[in-house]
T-cell receptor, first 113, second 114 residues
């Protein structure tokens, strides 16, 4: 059973607009969440993370929101740029636990010029 | 220079052959991981190592073995490769001293088993 779900396989937005990527999780033990960006033929690159004690974390154009009651997090990219086109992977873990990162299947973002 | 390197980047082999994938890191991290990625699936953990003397199985360790030769090196072996081990393999590292233990990935090895 998938513990981390990214239900949208793909998303297309216009340059300059907001991109919102969503992620749901089922395991209430998760207390740390990460977003990775992946280009074809490259390894995932860490983008931003959030601890369960927060509901928002911001880094430049990237903001992650966490709704613990809904077991939902989202990544906002504002403004979107063509270079943001990539697969975005959501991952979760519980600090102090097995250290295992559980990944979603990813959402492919295309930002059109 | 890349902090996490993997060799080879691409490999084609035949069923039954023994294959070794290598990972090296210059980040000074103590923890290392091997994942595989298949089309339509998320990354899945094969093995992980918290230090040279600590090796742990992940969720899909059957058919694989690992060796942590040094803090900076972690190798993945397929003793007798089979076609369903065709996948993209990623090595990752993390630092247990960090607050978050974020994992950093290598560029991947594309393995094809015929």
């Amino acid at each position: 059973d998938q513990q981390v779900k990214q239900n949208s396989p793909s998303l297309s937005v216009q340059e300059g607009r907001i991109s919102i990527l969503n992620c749901d999780y089922t395991n209430s033990m998760f207390d740390y969440f990460l977003w990775y960006k992946k280009y074809p033929a490259e390894g995932p690159t860490f983008l931003i993370s959030i601890s369960s004690i927060k509901d928002k974390n911001e880094d430049g154009r990237f903001t992650v929101f966490l709704n613990k009651s809904a077991k939902h997090l989202s990544l906002h990219i504002v403004p979107s740029q063509p270079g943001d086109s990539a697969v975005y992977l959501c991952a979760a873990k519980y600090l102090g636990g097995s250290e295992k990162l559980v990944f979603g299947k990813g959402t492919k973002l295309t930002v059109n010029p | 220079d890349a902090d996490v390197t993997q060799t080879p980047r691409n490999r084609i082999t035949k069923t039954g052959k023994r294959i070794m994938l290598e990972c090296s890191q210059t980040k000074g991290h103590d923890r290392m991981y091997w994942y595989r990625q298949d089309p339509g699936l998320g990354l899945r953990l094969i093995y992980y190592s918290f230090d040279v003397k600590d090796i742990n199985k992940g969720e899909i360790s059957d058919g694989y073995s690992v060796s942590r030769q040094a803090q900076a090196k972690f190798s993945l072996s397929l003793e007798s490769a089979i076609p369903n081990q065709t996948a993209l393999y990623f090595c990752a590292t993390s630092d247990s001293d960090s607050n978050t233990d974020t994992q950093y990935f290598g560029p991947g090895t594309r393995l094809t088993v015929l």
